[in-house]
């Protein structure tokens, strides 16, 4: 073999290679022997690789579909990759550092992720890891189909594509910041789709090398932050999914440091104490947190502080402090007390790995003693659930048609051989640029190669032909990050991208077979942000106007939320859900979507509504052209809860005009009659409404209400006006009445009112309603 190979399985692993399993990677890692004739046989394993996924795609109690979720920097990405690692793809060494799961160049340099993507990652566990399971099973192989999410409020909708496709959430809080305003977001979103969650207090080793915080005070710390999620999963938990709330004692909850690839649940430390103290796991568990005390004089557990000096809290003692002292003992390189402490844990290190020192030492020693892939991999596997068991409940919130039908059932049963029924929540732009793959989830019956589908569209209604299409399946892939590898079939209960349908899907759909012609489509995602900020786009080459629209059709593809309209005066309006949504998506129509060509982009374009304050003085009347008809009209302010009914779209333009009467005469007390005759025509102006210190940090939560069209630059502003410390997050939340008349000249409301019709091209200047009262 040429010197040029590489000769290692770390070396093969930095080239992106995939050995056949986890556990024998940890197996050669260990002892580091890995040498010329295996790195062939992985090498030549390459090529079963899919096959292996695929292979495992067939065992619906070993699969977990689930996304990870976070508000922004809490450390999702970089948490996901020590799960990469351990399943092969990347090297133990860089988890937490690449990011694997952010693939696009601009989530690199900003830091954030903006795109969710999945990645199927197989896992063979071993018969220990696996003796306190009580689900079904199908032997010790596993597949974790895991899609990365976004955190930032304005890509929210990413998150929900993510939700609608998985069965569980991890759900990674920072343990200093708290649980904070998109934590409640995205918990909200995923408890809405029956989304089971898990949570991961993360970024401990602030606790220890930055912030150097007590035992006690990190408990406390660490306890209001899993109160605080569990108040919200109370608040949003759906009686078919029982408890959601999550406990460290039931191992429902992890601690973890992504950045250094380490983490544990109190499931590790029971299993080391239990022996010990002559208990059983399960109740060792329960004495690691709460108010449980050990005094090691007396040798006795108590309910209560002794007052003790040497009695602690059971997390406290057995749990942080342990750690604490292997992050010092590496930290100041005390290597003498440093390996008798590793060998009484039994954590082995390599020769190469004990020449490290400081914090490169402390990082290998924690990964090996505490790696984070084990502590949530068994937390995903016990404690999420697989499609078999999660689609059981999840049917009523997915399938639009009736519970009993054929469908349903297929869909509860998560039945390989019913009709297909597939959900794509999102297209993902392919390499070529002009082309995308459909992602989504197979819930019911089978897709392959080659088979023949029936689109049904978000406006799809059964029985009618709008937005149905019939179109075969090109190619079926599994989704891997950067890469994509290409399968014959892919059978319910796991996720799968696919070529060939771009044309007739524009975000998301319903594929069933083409025959099934009687199936309903699986229901719409519902947002929990909307596309409110505007920007007007036009070609600055004149020529480039059929690549910019073009351009706005494949924008409209790549995004579950942004939407390309073309208004009356032909002006292009992309709309996004916030400043940094909007920046995202105008640099992907220029770079991506029209091949560099140059735009110019409007000034945001913030949408305005005329609204009525009281009852017209007077009846107005006006004669049809031919003169034979005339309309009577009033003006007259909407009742309370009326605009929330028509937001719901419980009322509506196109409602028949009987069912519309009754609800408003019997709702919002109007007339019977008139009900049938209708016609839907400081500095930034902020106003705080809420301040709260987060408890036992210097950090405030401020919620203000701000209006959309001053909120352009304010993430800037205020970073510049408070050196870098306060960090904005913008949701669109409602409608307001402007304070200024834009009847009278110099006023807010009127340059805003004249800045419209400018740009509509109307006349700028407003008739006064008296001149028109003259004339009548």
Request: aromatic share 8%; hydrophobic share 40%; proline share 5%.
């Amino acid at each position: 073999m040429s010197s040029s190979y590489p000769t290692t399985v770390d070396d093969w692993r930095r080239r992106g290679s995939r050995p056949r399993r986890a556990a024998e990677v940890a197996t050669l890692n260990r002892t580091g022997d890995g040498d010329h004739d295996w790195t062939v046989a992985t090498l030549n394993r390459q090529g079963r690789a899919a096959e292996e996924l695929r292979r495992i795609m067939d065992y619906k109690h070993n699969i977990r579909n689930m996304s990870v979720i976070a508000h922004v920097d809490h450390g999702k990405s970089t948490l996901t990759d020590s799960l990469v690692a351990a399943a092969g793809i990347i090297a133990q060494e860089v988890a937490g550092d690449v990011r694997m799961t952010d693939t696009r160049a601009d989530e690199a340099e900003r830091g954030i992720t903006i795109k969710s993507t999945g990645i199927s990652l197989y896992y063979e566990m071993t018969d220990e890891a696996l003796k306190g399971f009580k689900g079904e099973r199908n032997g010790n192989e596993y597949l974790i189909n895991l899609i990365d999410s976004p955190g930032h409020v304005d890509f929210s909708s990413e998150v929900t594509a993510a939700l609608r496709i998985t069965d569980g959430a991890l759900v990674v809080v920072d343990c200093i910041e708290g649980v904070c305003v998109q934590t409640e977001t995205v918990l909200r979103q995923a408890l809405g789709e029956r989304i089971r969650p898990v949570l991961t207090v993360n970024k401990m080793d602030r606790c220890f090398l930055e912030l150097q915080v007590d035992g006690e005070e990190a408990y406390q710390t660490f306890q209001r932050v899993i109160e605080n999620a569990n108040v919200i999963m109370a608040t949003y938990e759906d009686p078919l999914l029982g408890d959601v709330m999550v406990y460290p004692e039931k191992g429902t909850v992890a601690f973890s440091a992504g950045l250094h690839g380490w983490a544990f649940t109190l499931t590790n430390f029971a299993k080391m104490y239990a022996s010990k103290f002559g208990v059983d796991e399960s109740k060792m568990m329960e004495r690691l947190w709460g108010e449980n005390y050990f005094d090691p004089k007396t040798k006795k557990w108590t309910t209560k502080n002794t007052g003790s000096p040497s009695c602690q809290r059971g997390f406290v003692q057995f749990c942080y402090e342990p750690i604490k002292m292997i992050i010092n003992t590496c930290m100041n390189d005390q290597k003498d007390k440093l390996w008798p402490m590793l060998s009484k844990l039994g954590v082995t290190m390599k020769s190469e790995e004990k020449e490290l020192m400081g914090k490169a030492l402390m990082k290998r020693v924690m990964q090996n003693w505490l790696p984070a892939a084990t502590a949530l991999l068994e937390m995903m596997i016990f404690h999420l659930p697989s499609p078999h068991t999660a689609q059981k409940y999840r049917v009523e919130n997915l399938y639009e048609g009736p519970l009993d039908d054929v469908y349903a059932n297929s869909i509860r049963n998560c039945d390989p051989d019913g009709p297909l029924m597939l959900y794509v929540s999102k297209m993902i732009p392919a390499s070529d640029k002009g082309r995308f793959f459909a992602f989504g989830r197979v819930f019911s019956g089978k897709v392959s190669t080659g088979l023949k589908v029936r689109i049904m569209g978000p406006n799809y209604v059964p029985g009618e032909k709008k937005d149905l299409y019939v179109k075969s399946v090109q190619r079926t892939v599994i989704w891997m990050g950067k890469k994509q590898e290409t399968v014959e079939d892919v059978p319910c209960g796991n996720t799968v991208a696919m070529v060939g349908l771009d044309q007739f899907i524009t975000k998301n759909a319903t594929l069933t077979n083409e025959k099934e012609v009687d199936a309903h489509p699986i229901r719409a995602m519902k947002f929990s942000v909307s596309p409110v900020v505007r920007v007007a786009v036009q070609c600055k080459v004149a020529s480039d106007l059929p690549k910019l629209v073009e351009g706005l059709k494949r924008l409209a593809k790549s995004d579950p939320m942004v939407v390309c309209t073309i208004e009356e005066s032909g002006e292009h309006i992309i709309a996004g859900a916030g400043e940094l949504h909007l920046e995202i998506c105008l640099k992907d129509l220029q770079d991506d979507f029209m091949g560099g060509a140059e735009i110019i982009v409007s000034d945001p374009v913030v949408s305005f509504r005329e609204t009525v304050l009281e009852k017209s003085s007077r009846t107005v009347m006006s004669k049809s052209p031919n003169k034979h008809n005339r309309l009577y009209m009033e003006a007259r302010p909407m009742e309370d809860g009326l605009a929330e009914a028509i937001d719901d779209g419980r009322i509506g333009p196109r409602d028949d005009p009987k069912v519309r009467g009754k609800i408003l005469a019997e709702e919002f007390g109007w007339d019977k009659d008139l009900a049938k005759k209708i016609c839907v025509l400081n500095q930034r102006r902020g106003h705080v409404f809420e301040e709260m210190q987060r408890p036992g940090t210097p950090l405030y939560n401020i919620k203000a209400y701000l209006p959309v069209v001053e909120s352009f630059g304010f993430s800037g502003a205020l970073r510049a006006s408070t050196s870098g410390q306060a960090f904005p997050q913008a949701v669109f939340d409602h409608w307001d009445m402007m304070s200024s008349d834009p009847l009278e000249a110099g006023s807010q409301a009127s340059t805003l009112v004249a800045q419209i019709r400018k740009r509509k091209g109307l006349k700028e200047q407003m008739t006064p309603l008296s001149e028109f009262e003259d004339k009548l």
